[in-house]
């Protein structure tokens, strides 16, 4: 396509929302629109900017591949919410939508601590990690640091590989499409860590603020990813 930077990613999500497995060259996509950078970022903006988060980015947040959640979970964890919303309300009627009501437990700390954890499930996870990111944020201005806990903590607990990372690594090694899709991912990942180790060494850089502000304002392309052979099983835009 022409003008990659700006029609390459709704190309890309039209194609992914029809289920159609999608490459895109690493020069073409902004990194900020990776598929493995994306929700990593989003994450990033609870830390630091919560209310500029919608209740949309966070139900796409939890249904990642980061969180691993499901819609099943999120609708238990909706009604739950609506059912605490209705009974503190004096007309016995919720006042927020389930979406809005998930976005603000997931910001706030604590906000589902008195809930049941198999109700809150990855949820509750994620709000946890929030937390600590803020921590490291609050002990070092350093992007660096709040993306590693970010990356460390990861809110995945559905089997016996604990991490989205692990996963990652896991189909690394298995070869095939599948590997292939696992090295570009990590090799985002990897990208976005190197800029964020950039920043640092900038003293006036903005700390992890300004960096968020930066990648996510800019076309910056993925152009430090490794080009592999094109896959079969997928369309590729350039």
């Given at each position: 396509v022409r003008s990659g930077a700006r029609s390459i990613p709704s190309l890309h999500r039209a194609l992914h929302a029809a289920g159609v497995p999608v490459e895109v060259a690493g020069e073409d996509l902004p990194l900020h629109l990776d598929p493995a950078v994306e929700p990593l970022l989003t994450a990033m903006r609870c830390v630091i900017e919560p209310t500029s988060v919608t209740a949309d980015e966070i139900r796409a947040l939890l249904l990642s591949a980061y969180c691993g959640g499901d819609s099943a979970q999120l609708r238990r964890l909706g009604r739950a919410l609506r059912e605490e919303s209705r009974q503190t309300n004096e007309f016995g009627l919720p006042t927020t939508s389930s979406g809005e009501l998930i976005r603000d437990a997931v910001v706030t700390p604590g906000r589902l601590a008195t809930h049941d954890e198999e109700v809150t499930g990855v949820a509750r996870r994620l709000s946890e990690?929030?937390?600590?990111?803020?921590?490291?944020?609050?002990?070092?201005?350093?992007?660096?640091?709040?993306?590693?806990?970010?990356?460390?903590?990861?809110?995945?607990?559905?089997?016996?590989?604990?991490?989205?990372?692990?996963?990652?690594?896991?189909?690394?090694?298995?070869?095939?499409?599948?590997?292939?899709?696992?090295?570009?991912?990590?090799?985002?990942?990897?990208?976005?860590?190197?800029?964020?180790?950039?920043?640092?060494?900038?003293?006036?850089?903005?700390?992890?603020?300004?960096?968020?502000?930066?990648?996510?304002?800019?076309?910056?392309?993925?152009?430090?990813?490794?080009q592999r052979g094109a896959s079969r099983d997928a369309v590729r835009v350039m």
């Open positions: 990690v929030i937390v600590l990111a803020r921590q490291a944020m609050a002990k070092h201005d350093d992007p660096h640091e709040v993306l590693w806990t970010l990356w460390d903590q990861q809110p995945w607990r559905k089997d016996d590989v604990r991490t989205w990372g692990q996963r990652l690594e896991r189909s690394s090694y298995s070869g095939g499409a599948q590997g292939r899709r696992a090295d570009r991912h990590l090799d985002a990942v990897l990208t976005l860590f190197t800029l964020a180790m950039r920043n640092r060494e900038r003293s006036a850089a903005g700390g992890a603020r300004g960096f968020l502000h930066n990648i996510t304002r800019q076309s910056i392309p993925a152009d430090t990813l490794v």
